[in-house]
């Protein structure tokens, strides 16, 4: 029985691991490995390295504070508890809204789009708006339901979009030319960096799955292996499917910018094998969405608990015991954002945001060690005292540099708006308390 208004804590490092590969496992890697090659060249591996390289050093930092912090919220929670409301307000925005909401919103652009292949109809605006109405709203009942509901439905999702691609890595495999995956020259650092900032978004939505930190089983034990086991599978993947890519299709590959992957199933095992890819497309994009919307509405209910949004925000269903408006919130503001359209614009802002997270989250491991800030259990600590917070932090700052112009002015609007409205609350709950003691 749990108390009235509490969360129940009822996930293990497995399911955490799952809903991590799901949450990072989206549309990306299906389409990535072509547009990656035609930016980097033979030069993939490098960039796929610094990829994972930074991947590992971000989720070192993750299972850190998440092992100190077991506040429902994650990343907020974790830069809150560190630097303070007015941070940890931003950084709530920066995750629910450009990691989740954008990025879901263009995901869910990409999964009518592909539909609309097989049903036309779906290409027209109504029709359009319709299914994307229905599916943000199938999801968001899923999820209501219960968070185990909603965790059971993310590891069917996961297995049966894993499943092909584990398919193609195996029959792949065998028939890499090694000769096409070896680099022939490195890029310039300007060109490698921009080709990291493209490859990230492959890499982003983990972070989110440590929303759900409050509904953790032990999370000083579930927090550090959960990620560690979810880190290992992703870049095993990717990897793996990068080498398939460049040794089946060669110089073939930076032309197959939309379904790279499709295309080198149809080599290797004719219509069938695309139309699986195809599927697993479509699986993949429909469980990294309602991963999300398991885990980003807990940064809404987290900041609404915290005073610094709506307390209607921070309501917990009676029966299921899950944060329903928040839910409903989160899925009808990605649900608008994905009728308005606008796929490379949100996926930019969305990869910049949890970029610009990820560094409050490695800066938050050196100030809650400063702190002393932990929970009963012990920590899970990084070995190496500073050098990772610090690398990881650098290397994120690195990739956010290659931004265009109008991509980080998109992103200081985000940010500054973001202050601006904590800046306001704040105000109203001094007039507030003011008003209140002058009353007799």
């Not at 080709?195 to 000083?220: D, H, K």
């Amino acid at each position: 029985m749990t108390e009235s208004g509490a969360l129940r804590r009822s996930l293990g490092p497995v399911t955490l691991a799952l809903i991590f590969t799901n949450g990072i496992i989206g549309a990306g890697i299906f389409a990535l490995p072509g547009l990656v090659a035609a930016a980097l060249g033979s030069a993939t591996a490098v960039g796929y390295a610094i990829c994972a390289a930074l991947v590992v050093l971000i989720f070192l930092c993750f299972a850190e504070v998440g092992s100190r912090v077991h506040d429902s919220g994650g990343a907020y929670a974790y830069v809150e508890r560190a630097f303070g409301p007015f941070v940890g307000f931003i950084a709530a925005n920066l995750m629910w809204f450009g990691v989740g909401a954008c990025v879901d919103a263009a995901l869910a652009d990409v999964l009518v789009s592909t539909l609309a292949t097989a049903i036309p109809v779906l290409a027209q605006p109504l029709p359009r708006a319709l299914a994307l109405i229905a599916l943000f709203a199938f999801m968001a009942g899923v999820n209501i339901t219960g968070v185990k509901t909603g965790a059971r439905l993310v590891v069917a999702l996961t297995v049966l979009k894993l499943l092909p691609l584990l398919l193609l890595l195996v029959v792949g495999t065998p028939h890499i030319a090694w000769s096409l995956v070896i680099p022939s020259r490195m890029p310039s650092a300007s060109t490698l960096g921009r080709g990291v900032l493209l490859l990230m978004f492959a890499f982003i939505g983990g972070e989110s799955s440590l929303s759900a930190s409050g509904e953790l089983r032990n999370p000083s034990r579930t927090v550090p292996l959960g990620l560690l086991m979810g880190v290992a599978t992703v870049v095993s993947i990717y990897f793996g499917l990068q080498l398939v890519a460049e040794g089946v299709l060669g110089a073939d590959l930076p032309a197959q910018t939309t379904t790279p992957l499709a295309a080198v199933a149809e080599q290797l095992m004719g219509p069938w094998g695309r139309s699986l890819l195809l599927g697993a497309v479509t699986l993949s994009i429909f469980g990294t969405i309602n991963g999300d919307l398991l885990v980003s509405p807990r940064c809404l209910y987290a900041a609404a608990k915290d005073g610094l949004l709506p307390a209607p925000l921070a309501r917990v269903h009676p029966r299921f015991q899950t944060p329903y408006v928040a839910i409903l919130v989160f899925a009808a503001i990605a649900c608008a954002l994905a009728v308005l359209g606008a796929f490379k614009s949100l996926a930019i802002l969305g990869t910049a945001s949890v970029l610009l997270v990820d560094v409050g989250v490695c800066l938050a491991v050196l100030r809650l060690r400063q702190r002393g800030v932990q929970t009963a259990d012990a920590p899970f600590v990084i070995p190496g005292g500073p050098l990772v917070p610090i690398l990881g932090a650098t290397v994120c700052v690195w990739v956010l540099t290659n931004l265009s112009r109008e991509e980080l002015l998109g992103l200081s609007a985000l940010v500054f708006f973001s202050g601006g409205l904590y800046l306001r609350v704040l105000r109203a709950r001094q007039f507030k308390a003011a008003r209140a003691a002058r009353s007799p």
